[in-house]
């Protein structure tokens, strides 16, 4: 704020209230990063060392928490016994096929709403960010039966279809906006000059490739960690990451080194990609209504 | 939907949008009015998405008024209204609603307070790029992986935070998950936690829109800069929070997977939400035709969501836009 420029005196309050400040976003970040800094340490403990906790008011022995042998068995074990490695490239070719599929037509469909009007535009974006915003469980019902009767459940197409559901409405509104920014005169000039449509959109090409490409990843990221159309309209043939996980925990015993493990493996990827697109990402997750 | 309908919008209208006027370019592409190329590009997705939407919506009535019979050869009997009749005598219905509510309020409130204190603690600072990476790691994560890692932190032999409650005092029972009362608040916190970074970065976003001009002509009337938040910032951010409340709001009911996760609704219904409970409904006592009826209430809540977030988008004088290339 423009508080910058004005000298400030040092108080008793002040620095108390600077204090408060400082403590105040220590204790968020460590509540923030904590739970992750647990989750990767107890994917790399062995059964004993993950169920080591100090005697409760004993302060001092939260030092244990660091004080362990890192052994790679529990990823050894998920990639070997457990088959992750297919389950990630379920839910690879689902998330990244939804994606493709989704962006591609949702850009010639928003390319298209941002540079035409006509009669029923409005409803027909309501009815888009409605399909985007309907609850997961209420579109499953109807889906799982009509996919159960077309032989999709337990099939990649038939989740690939399902991630549609909510990719394309997010690839069309999201993409109207960002096509909305770019001046139609660009094109207008190219056509001028003696372009065809065609030509005239390659122009703008170099200004849109790059929300595009974010956008993409945004829909990878919410097939990637979807999880009620997986263990429903996957289950069988098209076991996905997130529920393969969700499979570790069983009557008996729950694996935690294991789903610590599958939890790291699910997510990393992700937060790298969350990284890439940074500066789409609130925009992403705010339905465009938010711009940084 | 009516792509064929596609048509020239008056003239006043169009002088005003200028830059988005196709109908005056030279057709060149085809010889064909720019309408026609471009409803062909439409065309595609809106079929894809009627399919994929609208067909389901067709069928979602049809289950609700049948009572939907999964055995191979039988035929589905018609029931009327039914299902939706059976919904006021349904007192888990009721519960459900009533525990969303509770548990979207109990989150929004936690989230927007948390957000925005950061946010306005981080504006300007040179910590902002540092914790803005952070901010992302939860938010990235997948819900499932959330839920597990809570209840892995909660868990009653070997959680770090069941241990930190317990240290400090708090936790009298053996069980945080498996306690009424603290079942809510447990499901609560993973929310929080996976989200409050988003409505910090929204605020963020928002802060930095706040005229410069109107901070410091209420700092020369003598504003702290408490007084200048409350006055001059906060009134600034209505419509980033606004958004933010919506969109929460909206994920919380839906996205159930951590509380599937975690409690799966229990202990007692503590935490059983109405979208949980349209779960269990639907996939575990597999009774599609109540399943569809209640599916269809949640999907009005949708609708009306819907409605209010368009109407921000279209609200000529909200800030949010202000830096549109046009």
């Known amino acids: 704020m423009a508080s910058r420029e004005i000298v400030r005196y040092k108080s008793p309050t002040r620095t108390a209230f600077s204090v408060l400040v400082i403590l105040f976003l220590i204790v968020f970040f460590v509540w923030t990063v904590l739970p992750l800094a647990i989750m990767l340490t107890s994917s790399f403990k062995d059964l004993l060392d993950a169920f080591k906790l100090p005697a409760e008011g004993d302060w001092g022995g939260v030092g244990v928490m660091f004080d362990f042998k890192p052994t790679g068995a529990h990823y050894i074990e998920l990639f070997t016994e457990k088959h992750f490695g297919e389950y990630m490239r379920n839910s690879l070719i689902a998330s990244l096929g939804s994606a493709v599929v989704s962006v591609f037509l949702g850009s010639m469909a928003a390319y298209a709403m941002s540079r035409a009007e006509f009669r029923g535009k409005k409803d027909l974006l309501f009815w888009i960010i409605s399909t985007r915003m309907a609850p997961v469980v209420a579109v499953m019902v109807p889906l799982y039966v009509i996919f159960r009767s077309s032989g999709l459940v337990g099939t990649l197409p038939g989740l690939i279809l399902a991630y549609t559901t909510f990719n394309l409405p997010f690839a069309i509104w999201i993409l109207k906006g960002f096509f909305d920014n770019v001046p139609y005169a660009i094109e207008e000039a190219a056509l001028c000059d003696g372009a065809n449509r065609w030509q005239a959109l390659r122009m703008i090409m170099p200004l849109v490739a790059p929300g595009v490409g974010a956008f993409i990843v945004l829909c990878v990221l919410f097939g990637w960690n979807d999880f009620l159309f997986a263990s429903i309209i996957g289950s069988g043939g098209a076991k996905t990451l997130p529920v393969a996980t969700a499979e570790l925990v069983q009557p008996v015993k729950i694996q935690w080194g294991s789903i610590m493990a599958a939890g790291v493996v699910t997510t990393v990827p992700m937060m790298f990609l969350g990284l890439l697109i940074r500066r789409y990402l609130v925009t992403g997750l705010t339905m465009g209504a938010v711009r940084e | ?326």
């Not at chain 2, 830059?19 to 030279?26: A, G, N, Y």
């Not at chain 2, 603690?121 to 790029?129: A, C, G, Q, V």
């Not at chain 2, 007084?227 to 929070?241: K, Q």
């Not at chain 2, 599916?295 to 202000?322: H, N, Q, W």
């Open chain 2, 1 to 326: 939907m009516a792509v064929n309908s596609i048509d020239r919008e008056p003239r006043e209208q169009s002088e005003y949008r200028g830059v988005r006027r196709i109908d005056h370019v030279p057709q060149i592409f085809n010889n064909q009015p720019a309408r026609y190329y471009l409803m062909w590009l439409l065309l595609p997705a809106v079929l894809l998405l009627a399919a994929i939407s609208l067909y389901p919506f067709a069928w979602l009535i049809y289950m609700s008024l049948h009572e939907v019979q999964l055995a191979p050869g039988k035929s589905d009997l018609w029931a009327g209204f039914d299902n939706f009749s059976r919904l006021f005598s349904d007192k888990n219905f009721a519960r459900g609603w009533l525990t969303l509510f509770k548990y979207s309020a109990l989150c929004l409130s936690v989230e927007i307070t948390l957000g925005v204190l950061v946010a306005v603690i981080l504006n300007n600072s040179r910590l902002e790029k540092l914790f803005i990476t952070i901010f992302l790691m939860p938010m990235m994560m997948a819900p499932v992986v959330a839920g597990f890692l809570y209840m892995f932190l909660y868990n009653g032999t070997f959680g770090w935070y069941f241990w930190l409650l317990r240290s400090l005092g708090v936790l009298d029972g053996g069980s945080i998950l498996g306690n009424k009362s603290w079942a809510m608040a447990g499901v609560v916190a993973t929310d929080v936690w996976q989200w409050t970074p988003l409505i910090a970065l929204i605020t963020l976003a928002g802060l930095k829109r706040v005229p410069q001009e109107q901070l410091e002509a209420n700092m020369v009337d003598g504003a702290g800069p408490i007084r200048n938040f409350f006055s001059v910032a906060l009134p600034n951010l209505y419509p980033f929070l606004l958004i933010a409340i919506l969109l929460r709001f909206m994920d919380n009911f839906r996205f159930i997977d951590t509380i599937l996760i975690m409690t799966g609704g229990g202990p007692a219904n503590a935490t059983k939400i109405l979208p949980t409970y349209l779960f269990d409904v639907s996939f575990k006592f597999f009774e599609l035709g109540r399943g569809a009826a209640i599916a269809f209430t949640l999907l009005l809540l949708t609708i009306l969501l819907g409605l209010a977030l368009t109407k921000i988008f279209e609200d000529p004088t909200r800030k949010i836009k202000s830096d549109r290339a046009d």
